[in-house]
């Protein structure tokens, strides 16, 4: 993700789950002023990620791999995104992933789409700096046999929702270095052998050590739809360049 | 002779006059640079301090973040020249 996570974990659907956070192939992107408005672009070829086909992979069956730093299968997929901002504070996304991810004895294709929405404002009528942040992701893969397992229809969609606000113009170096931060995500996938829904709210509380040091902790109250929940404390301490 | 001393000082004011003009360019080019560079570094992270980083550092990291940030080629000299006037 290109933003700095306020949270300690990633939300669902979107990177590695539904998406790939990384690519091995070439790109081509940049910015397009429009007046007082301004787009931006993203377009690129890489090596395709790869169709779980391992029936023995239980809830993971159809799920895409997207750590591939080799074209093993010699699939490529290509893609691009296009954000355009109204205002220097909104931007509004939409990207596609298309390409093959199956193998030689189960071809497949997979169309991922994904719509964002990031506002980000620092001002004194705020007393301090806001964060919005959204995105949704749609996953399609073509049917494959899977011999033992069937067939079923792989789509699954899902995304988050998070807001944060660090009151850094209330006069106090202490209540600045705090930023509370909200998020709900959610991940739709029942129709697969994942065999289930979830969704999550997490509650957090980061401290700015300094700009580029933060330690978070969270609390995640998980609900599954069809499977255990799993609440979670989280804590994290990250530092960076 | 008095037309010497015309010219002189003609020449003088327009001197004056461009310096004022170059001077303000500079300003307003600063300023915009200020405004790029907190509108856009922000979006994705805290803004570091333009005194944190060597000029030749902020040239290192600016070729970095115009590709990041999907910058424009004004947008990236424009914060580039704010943030080395404002170096260590």
Known sequence: MAWVNRMADQPLAVYDGLLPETLVGTQLRGGVPLGSMKFNYAAFAANAPSLNTDTNGGSALGTLAFDNFDNGNGNFVGGGHLGFLPIPELELGYGLIYGGVGSAEAPANAFLQSADLNFVKDSAALRGSLRLSAQWVWSAVDHVDYGAAGSFDNKRDGGYSQISYRPTKWGSPVLARFEPVFRFDILNQKNTPAAY??????????YWFGAMTVAKIGYEFDQRDGDTAHNAVMVQFATGF | ????HYLICGSLALAGAALLLAGCAATSNQANGARLWSQNCSRCHNNRSPASYSQAQWEVSMMHM???ANLTGNEYRAILDFLQTASK
């Open chain 1, 197 to 206: 829904d979830e969704w999550r709210y997490t509650l957090g509380l980061n």
């Open chain 2, 66 to 68: 115009r590709l990041r």
């Open chain 2, 1 to 4: 002779m008095k037309k010497i």
